[in-house]
């Protein structure tokens, strides 16, 4: 499970759809940045980001997993940075995602992100 945020990540920071999309749950959505994310409307966000020069940088770090029948509860503390060329500012955010196990694999059905306080 823990792999499998690190994983969505990786495809975002990728850009690689296939794979964000093969990891997350045909009615997958998110909660980012005060608003709701529906299928792949998150990495578009991300990948829009990307083509405006910004950078992102995530981790999955202090994890905690809720495991019940084919359902999950991932927490964490992401600890990562957003900048541009000119440089990257270091930002914690404080995550959970809910996994269902599908196809033979963990897949992402809901992702909330919010910023940690300073």
């Known amino acids: 499970m823990v792999q499998t945020a690190r994983d969505?990540?990786?495809?975002?920071?990728?850009?690689?759809?296939?794979?964000?999309?093969?990891?997350?749950?045909?009615?997958?959505?998110?909660?980012?940045?005060?608003r709701r994310f529906d299928g792949m409307a998150?990495?578009?966000?991300?990948?829009?980001?990307?083509?405006?020069?910004?950078?992102?940088?995530?981790?999955?770090?202090?994890?905690?997993?809720?495991?019940?029948c084919g359902a999950a509860l991932l927490v964490y503390v992401n600890r990562g940075a957003v900048g541009d060329a000119k440089g990257m500012q270091p930002i914690t955010w404080l995550e959970s995602d809910y996994l269902r196990y599908?196809?033979?694999?963990?897949?992402?059905?809901?992702?909330h992100s919010t910023r940690a306080a300073p």
């Open 8 to 34: 969505l990540f990786a495809a975002a920071a990728a850009e690689d759809a296939g794979r964000f999309k093969a990891l997350t749950t045909a009615d997958f959505y998110a909660y980012d940045a005060g």
């Open 42 to 68: 998150l990495f578009e966000l991300i990948k829009a980001a990307h083509a405006q020069g910004r950078r992102f940088e995530w981790t999955v770090q202090e994890p905690k997993v809720t495991l019940t």
């Open 102 to 111: 599908e196809d033979g694999r963990w897949k992402v059905a809901f992702l």
